[in-house]
Antibody
Framework: QLQLQESGPGLVKPSETLSLTCQVS??????????WGWIRQPPGKELEWIGT???????FKNPSLQRRISMFVDTSKNQFSLKMTSMTAADTAKYYC???????????????????WGQGIQVTVSS | DIQMTQPPSSLSASVGDKVTITCRAS??????LNWYQQKPGKAPKLLIF???HLQSGVPSRFTGSGTGTDFALTITSLQPEDFATYSC?????????FGQGTPVDIK
């Protein structure tokens, strides 16, 4: 069974850079045509898509965050990472990593969904 | 960005009830709509993708419907383990946005 586990600091100071890692187990991160992504949820608010990437390095980022985020895959460790710069209190949230799957619902037509998620890691931005 | 709205803001029901949770998109998203269930402190769980396709392992009491801008998730006979928050997500265009979630609690 595929499992994902986030790791990183629970507390970040304003203006600092957040670094999170998602360890994937139960399957190779470089198998199949999946994307690997990040989603966050501020307290009391809706989920927010941060971005996804293929293991090859192709990335897709939320335009509202793209100048601040970078994503990496380390196939040797079977993990992927997120860096987010210039953190502010507005970035306080629970951060999830997840697998994005493309599925064909009719010939030639594909849909996307996050089918496996990590448990999430709470990140608080405070001095 | 496409805005996803889930009225009402919460819903109270009893075990055995039929429950319908709605989701509205700010523009036509065809059927590119997913539903997730989330329990406190837990990760979201995929229930339905592409409006009406049941994810493997999800009970058949969950069904999805709709197209265009209006969608619904129906639970035909609410079970104790179904008390949770339900969120919709559109994957029609980037950024792929979520609704604010509808908590279903015990009446």
């Amino acid at each position: 069974q595929l499992q994902l586990q986030e790791s990183g600091p629970g507390l970040v100071k304003p203006s600092e850079t957040l670094s999170l890692t998602c360890q994937v187990s139960g399957a190779s991160i470089s198998s199949g045509s999946f994307q690997w992504g990040w989603i966050r949820q501020p307290p009391g608010k809706e989920l927010e898509w941060i971005g996804t990437m293929y293991y090859s390095g192709t990335t897709f980022k939320n335009p509202s965050l793209q100048r601040r985020i970078s994503m990496f895959v380390d196939t040797s460790k079977n993990q992927f990472s997120l860096k987010m710069t210039s953190m502010t209190a507005a970035d306080t949230a629970k951060y999830y990593c997840a697998r994005l799957r493309d599925a064909m619902v009719t010939p030639g037509r594909y849909v996307r969904f996050f089918d496996f998620w990590g448990q999430g890691i709470q990140v608080t931005v405070s001095s | 960005d496409i805005q996803m709205t889930q009225p009402p803001s919460s819903l109270s029901a009893s075990v055995g009830d039929k429950v319908t949770i709605t989701c509205r998109a700010s523009q036509n998203i065809s059927d590119y709509l997913n539903w997730y269930q989330q329990k406190p402190g837990k990760a979201p769980k995929l229930l339905i993708f592409a409006t009406s396709h049941l994810q493997s392992g999800v009970p058949s009491r969950f069904t999805g419907s709709g197209t265009g801008t209006d969608f619904a998730l129906t639970i035909t006979s609410l079970q104790p383990e179904d008390f949770a928050t339900y969120s919709c997500q559109q994957t029609y265009s980037t950024p792929e946005t979520f609704g604010q979630g509808t908590p279903v609690d015990i009446k």
